[in-house]
């Protein structure tokens, strides 16, 4: 949700809204109306007409508690509802106007977890251990405020490199609790990177005839080439 502009615009504005002592004032207050009234004066008019077209569960989940940093936790809103009864709000005009006769009923499912879980694989896991390792290395000899780091992926576990990077070299300024401040910056796609150029120039072809890359069930033990293949994504990064 918070790379839709005026949702990102409308998170942002909360957050400000509630940074420091504000939040105690408003969690302080009786009713939701009580607080529908705190959100309308304090928000600007483009972001309060956002706000006033979601549903009322999806306008209170944009007030709770939330994260470490004071941000509203986008992870906790439940934006397939919300697609859901905007369709069907949709649906209703196009009634209203004569062209649409049909009827809308949804089922939700959360699916955030199943998308991005997987079994690990052989290169997986000996990233992970190799992580580890590397940082029992670092604590070891007094590096500290250091990163574990791996690089030369593409390449055979035995031609890996090992080595620290500096946490600060990672900061990026941004907002929390209402005040600028030096957190790690969120990884996001690289739009000018080789992984998604390799995408927009196949794109249009897969539209039409889809292609999977499907070498099979994860190999722990067997040939080297099969079972410790790096990722799709690196290989395109670093060939």
């Not at 906790?76 to 009827?103: C, H, M, N, P």
């Not at 070498?215 to 040939?223: E, K, N, S, T, V």
Request: proline share 5%; net charge negative; charged share 25%.
């Amino acid at each position: 949700m918070e790379f839709v502009p005026e949702f990102s615009v409308l998170i942002h504005e909360i957050n400000e809204l509630l940074a420091g002592s504000k939040a105690d004032a408003f969690n302080a207050l009786p009713t939701w109306k009580d607080k529908y009234a705190f959100i309308e004066n304090g928000l600007t008019k483009e972001s309060m007409s956002v706000f006033a077209i979601l549903p009322e569960s999806i306008q209170q989940q944009l007030f709770l508690e939330r994260d470490p940093h004071g941000n509203v936790q986008v992870s906790l809103i439940e934006s397939e509802k919300l697609f859901s009864a905007l369709v069907k709000d949709k649906l209703e005009e196009r009634k209203k106007a004569g062209t649409y006769k049909g009827k809308f009923s949804a089922l939700h499912h959360f699916l955030g977890y199943e998308g991005r879980c997987a079994f690990p694989s052989n290169f997986d896991s000996d990233y992970c251990y190799s992580l580890g390792y590397n940082a029992f290395m670092l604590i070891q000899y007094g590096y500290n405020g250091y990163l574990s780091k791996i690089s030369n992926l593409k390449n055979p576990a035995n031609e890996w490199v090992a080595g620290g990077m500096p946490i600060t070299k990672m900061m990026n300024i941004e907002r929390r609790h209402g005040e600028d401040k030096p957190v790690i910056k969120k990884a996001l796609v690289d739009l000018e990177g080789k992984p998604f150029k390799f995408f927009e120039a196949h794109r249009e072809e897969w539209a039409v005839d889809t292609c999977f890359v499907y070498p099979g069930a994860i190999q722990y033990y067997g040939p080297v080439e099969v079972c410790d293949i790096t990722t799709k994504t690196l290989a395109l990064e670093q060939e």
